[in-house]
């Protein structure tokens, strides 16, 4: 049995795990942090359990491949589903904008909002019913593919290329301008993090209202947890707390891996399921560097990563009537000497055991950019003036909370104040990234086999080989490097 080494049991990790032991390989997931799913995450606090990622999930809908893809991983098998009744919730002056999943609904109260606009409104549902029929490819990947598949392929992302052709290039803030109604303008504005082409809130908008983009009931630790299970059920071993620094290479081949501490492990072959920087810049320092991601880095005005802040809060009280995700406008909170202009909230009330009874738990993530990292990164070297930063951001979204709400005050409470320093020392993440490049309107997005120049036996799988990466690319892409590994080894891909 061929020996696979995987660094880093995020959900790429897990999934290249399973397909690896289904695939006849005897495989081992190095795992820097005491606990998995990377990224997917949850923690506990004061009695609370706060989500740390799964706001959307694409896969939710039964009888679609990515379904079934997380079913097979066992992230979905047999997992009820929450469907939010609006992605999110924008409050501007005394209008409130809903992202209906009804999508008939979303025009109706859209058109009533402003009349005037009924041409750019009739457009928009138009372009995601039109997306409808997309469903991300989770078969095999395109270095994969005979002609005729490509072929095939090509035709059926025929919808998903008009829309990428027409809105691709195109900023979200530009178009958001072609709105009339300020409101509206707003809330299309401030969808995604600044930078974000149009065409990812048609692909963000089709998934949800076609029911394929909602909750796992159980959150974001639970799924991760459930794929560890079936991992082991696989016969994989896991060792957490085991952070490798070091690899052994000779000639074109890396022959094993050293942990931090001190254990090594040899292997005929490895991914590395991890951060693509630390791949390229720590481990296999800077010496096999590819220029696809050095075009990247280097250019992060067209490239750029978002990070974040997340602020957690306990509510003694219920949200019932609050949508699940609310963005509203706030005053003077500045972070980095930039300033906040809109506070977006998402509350977990359809989660009973996410916090004790009668109490709810709610989450705030603010967007963090490439000079937002800097200032943290050195604030961090001074712990207390650190943590009081944290706390004074903390202090006030819950005073914004409490201005909005004025039912929460005194019930209210900070949890906890991640910066992106904290997804640096927990994931390795680069630059606090909670996902990969941004789809901007300059930026190139190319797919990547994770093939390592200049070496035989690893590869690196994830987020990063598919902008802007997220849950399914990390699923998608840890399927597909054990299906490059079966070719390698001349030998059929099970991938059930
Ligand atoms: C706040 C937040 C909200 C999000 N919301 C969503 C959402 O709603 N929908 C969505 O699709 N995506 C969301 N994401 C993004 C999603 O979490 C990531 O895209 C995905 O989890 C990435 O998975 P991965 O396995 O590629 O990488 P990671 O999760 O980064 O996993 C890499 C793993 O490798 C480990 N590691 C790193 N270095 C080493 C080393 N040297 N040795 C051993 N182990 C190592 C890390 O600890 C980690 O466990 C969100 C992320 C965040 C932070």
Redesign the pocket.
Known sequence: MKKLVI?????????AGIFAQKNGFESII????HT??????GWDRQGYHID???????GTKKGTPIHDLWTTVGAMDGVEVYDPESFMAFEHGDVTVHFYRDLERLKTSWFEMSPADKGAIDQFCQTIKQLHSFEIPVGKPMDMMNPIEKIKFMLSMKDAGLVMQKYGKISLIEYAKTFKHPALQAALASFLPEGYSASSVFFGLASFTKGQ?SIPVGG?KAMAMRMVERYLSLGGTIEAS????KLIIEGKNVQG?V??NGASYAADYFI????AH?LYE??LEGKFSDPAFQLRYNNPVDYPLA??M?ISLGYAGSMDGIPRSLRFPVNSLQINKVSIEHLQITHYGYEPDFAPAGHTVM?C?INQFYSDYDAWKTLASDSKAYNQEKARIGQAVQCAMETRFPQMRDKLKVLDV?SPIT?ER????YRGA???FLPTIRGKEVAHTGRIRGLHNIFL????LQPP??????LI??KDTIARLCKLEKRPFVSH
Do not use: R
């Open positions: 660094i880093g049991g995020g959900i790429a990790g897990l999934t190095l795992e820097k942090h998995l799913g990377g990224e997917c995450t740390g990622c799964i706001h959307w999930l694409v983009a974001s085991s952070e490798v620094v891996v942990c931090k590395a399921a991890c951060d630390l720590q481990l990070s974040n997340y989450t993530a991640a997804y927990y994931c390795n993440a909670f996902m990969a799988s994830g987020q990063w990466g997220g849950l399914p690319v990390a892409t840890g």
